[in-house]
């Protein structure tokens, strides 16, 4: 919500500051407190984007639905079903044997963090989300994660990952994968790294001793094939 400092929001009660281009601004709620009292605040991010360069409407084609939504959900509902699907999903994994609790709970957190890096609609995963740098799909990441996945005892995401792998475009036809994708896809890094193409077979066999899944070597032949083709042989890639 883009507000000039100081103009109220009546529609989501909040005062900002935040200037075109610029990478910082705030958001404030003001609340009268009586003493010795508390108040839950429900905060909600959220983000939209521009189809082209004139497109004025993002605010009321993407991010005021979501914040409509958001005001008339019932909160609390909203995070005791998500802690019920995600400690659901957790109890679906693979059950460590470990000498203390904490490290139940650090594996546990570790798993979550994994998922959230993973795109369920697209298959993607993304390096990191410490700040836009890293919001993209090194494949080398990708595998290593799907191989944590299958250990872990969450196959169908592994699955996903190299569906995903198999249906992006290569750097140029019969060579390597490109260094660096958008979760859709796009390669935004050419210049490849060998051993981003050369973990797919790795991690595709592993996926294979893990499951016994044959269709998944058949479906996936061809990619393997070629990933380990161009690894094996003399190339002639400038890059």
């Known amino acids: ?33 009586p003493g010795s009292s508390q108040k839950e605040v429900d905060v909600m ?31 609390a509902s909203l995070q005791n079903a ?14 460590l044997q470990l000498p203390e609790d904490k490290y139940n709970r650090q594996y546990s957190r570790a798993l979550l963090t994994s998922v959230l890096h993973f795109d369920e609609d697209l298959g993607a995963v993304v390096a990191g989300y410490t700040n836009g740098n890293y919001a993209y799909v090194w494949h080398r990441d990708a595998v290593y994660t ?23 475009p290569l750097k140029s036809p019969g060579e390597f994968w490109a260094q660096k994708y958008t979760t859709d896809g796009e390669i935004t890094w050419r210049q490849p790294q060998v051993d981003e193409t050369a973990i797919i077979p790795f991690g595709a ?12 070597l058949t479906n996936h ?12 042989q003399d190339n002639a890639d400038p890059d």
């Open 1 to 33: 919500m883009k507000t000039p400092e100081g103009e109220k929001s009546d529609k989501h009660n909040i005062v900002g500051d935040y200037q075109s281009g610029d990478v910082q601004g705030w958001l404030g709620l003001s609340l009268a407190l």
């Open 45 to 75: 991010m959220t983000a939209g984007f521009v189809d082209h360069a004139f497109d004025t409407e993002v605010d009321r084609n993407w991010i005021d639905p979501v914040m409509d939504w958001f005001n008339a959900a019932d909160v």
């Open 82 to 95: 998500t802690e019920t699907y995600w400690k659901e999903w957790l109890a679906k994994g693979t059950k």
């Open 146 to 168: 799907a191989m944590m996945f299958d250990k872990a005892g969450y196959p169908e995401i592994s699955a996903k990952v190299y569906d995903w792998l198999d249906n992006v």
């Open 205 to 216: 066999y592993y996926h294979y001793k893990v499951t016994g899944d044959l269709s998944f």
């Open 221 to 232: 032949w061809d990619m393997i094939r070629h990933a380990a083709y161009v690894c094996s």
